[in-house]
């Protein structure tokens, strides 16, 4: 569902979700005690119990942040300097705090534990010379929640995204967005192909301290989404890429339209990062999620890392995107069997 006008959420949604989240704080003691009365007949571990008090810590650090970014508005000249390095800096700082918070409480209420394979390579040149592209796999709640939290939390990237507009229903995600380098997308409606003009808009303007994360997917995996990919890539004269696409078990054929146009349009020598992960593969639907829990799931994350210098010509981008998506589509499954076990309650979270 499109979300109403920037000016409707600002004046009436916005403001309605703080005072709306005072309420629920205020009825929160009576609510868990109910809840976690419930609990005790329902199976699983605590399963309501847990899932309300991860939804109430989310919604405590959205108006957190709500409240923070309008704090910075009116300190900007409500809203004169907002576009000005300083803010810009304060508003990461900000979206850092958010992403921390939200991935850390899940972690440990859902216990997920994130095992990175291998040293994550660093950019070519020295020092942070060079832009960067993340082309992620799409799969399971969250990841790019995870992948965002780790680009500007442990490497210190200012990542940058294209979303579907209809996230913009969320106050702090759609303020803090809509003032960062991102942008938010209409699913149908619009004239030429909104998703590409975003994608070469964001990455024409990266500077060296940025990160653009795509999903060349273009969505998580489903038996259904491959199949109905597959037979797009027929319909369009491209049996060749359908071949490839049938040989993937655990992901969707990338899409090297958005991929090429980000390529074509990076600054300079912009290096190249594709980010694998396996173990949120069962949990798509809330209901997985709620059979699944708690989760007690390890996520496998891997990269492969490519400078400027190694990256093929456009003629040739094609190939090199479905050859790297097999790699990590066979990565996936050699890890299938690892990833979704159980860890030891007293593992140390990471």
Known sequence: MRPPSRWVRRLLIDPGFVVGMAVVALSLPVVLVVVAFLSRYVPGKWRPLRIIWFLFLYLVVDVVAVVGLFLLWIVSGFGWRIRSPGFQKAHYRLFGWMLRRVVASAKFT???????????????????????????????????????????????????????????????????????????????????????????????????????VIFPEGGNYTIKRHLRAIQKLREIGRPDLAERAESLKNTLPPKPKGVMTALAAAPGKTDVFFIGHSGLETLVSFGDIWRGMPMGTQVAIKAWYFPAERIPPPEEQETWLYDIWGEIDSWITEKLSDTAEPFDDHDEYH
């Open 110 to 212: 859902f216990k997920v534990k994130t095992v990175p394979e291998g040293e994550i390579p660093r950019t070519a040149g020295e020092g942070r010379s060079r832009p960067i592209l993340i082309l992620s796999r799409h799969a399971g709640p969250g990841d790019s929640l995870l992948v965002m939290d780790g680009l500007y939390n442990r490497f210190g990237r200012q990542p940058r995204i294209v979303l579907k507009e209809f996230l913009q229903w969320d106050p702090a995600i759609d303020i803090m967005l809509n003032r960062l380098p991102s942008a938010f997308v209409p699913a149908t409606g619009r004239a030429g192909n909104p998703v590409i003009e975003a994608i070469e808009a964001m990455t024409a303007s990266m500077d060296v301290n940025d990160a653009f």
